[in-house]
Antibody, heavy 122, light 108 residues
Framework: QVQLQESGPGLVKPSETLSLTCTVS?????????WGWIRQPPGKGLEWIGN???????YYNPSLKSRVTISADTSKNQFSLKLSSVTAADTAVYYC???????????????WGQGTLVTVSS | SYVLTQPPSVSVAPGKTASITCGGN??????VHWYQQKPGQAPVLVIY???DRPSGIPERFSGSNSGNTATLTISRVEAGDEADYYC???????????FGGGTKLTVL
């Protein structure tokens, strides 16, 4: 069974770059599937950030696209999120997930990490 | 841009049937997926492709999608079903995953 684990700083200063890594176990990301990031501000709903294939193909939320970079490191079986110029509005629990379905037609998020809270504050 | 609308809350007595709706313009032409999220936990996929259940999800969970409304139905509701439920689609016009705002299911 695929397991995902987010890691990274829990506190980021405003205007800096948020960086998170998702380590995948039980499956080689280079074998297939897209992999995604989703976030959830405290007490609010889910917001999709973006998806990546091991080859580097990406899809980003248009509202975040100018600030987001998602990359994959197949040698470490990890994929990463960078979100630049953060503000308090970026404070959220960040989840990584395995994407099922047909990614450009009807993607689903089949397996999720436990999530990590990132707070943006000085 | 495409918008998914869910009621903020739904209440149901144990043993009864809960229906949670997800509204969107011609949503029946899209595939809708549903997630259950219990407090402090990651979401779990409970229905995909409108009405299919992943392995391990009870048959009490079912889904439908037609016209401008998709519906998640939970039969014989149990206390353990109390959670937030989110619908999700792919908006092909902007290559964008969209989630509904979520519905809090309360078991009375």
């Amino acid at each position: 069974q695929v397991q995902l684990q987010e890691s990274g700083p829990g506190l980021v200063k405003p205007s800096e770059t948020l960086s998170l890594t998702c380590t995948v176990s039980g499956y080689s990301i280079s074998s297939g599937y897209y992999w995604g990031w989703i976030r959830q501000p405290p007490g609010k709903g889910l917001e999709w950030i973006g998806n990546i294939y091991h080859s580097g193909s990406t899809y980003y939320n248009p509202s975040l696209k100018s600030r987001v970079t998602i990359s994959a490191d197949t040698s470490k079986n990890q994929f990463s999120l960078k979100l630049s110029s953060v503000t308090a509005a970026d404070t959220a629990v960040y989840y990584c997930a395995r994407v099922g379905g047909v990614v450009t037609v009807t993607p689903t998020f089949d397996d999720w990490g436990q999530g990590t809270l990132v707070t943006v504050s000085s | 841009s495409y918008v998914l609308t869910q009621p903020p809350s739904v209440s149901v007595a144990p043993g009864k049937t809960a229906s949670i709706t997800c509204g969107g313009n011609n949503i029946g032409s899209k595939s809708v997926h549903w997630y259950q999220q219990k407090p402090g936990q990651a979401p779990v996929l409970v229905i995909y492709y409108d009405s299919d259940r992943p392995s391990g999800i009870p048959e009490r969970f079912s889904g439908s999608n037609s016209g401008n409304t998709a519906t998640l139905t939970i039969s014989r509701v149990e206390a353990g079903d109390e959670a937030d439920y989110y619908c999700q689609v792919w908006d092909s016009s902007s290559d964008h995953v969209l989630f509904g705002g979520g519905t809090k299911l309360t078991v009375l």
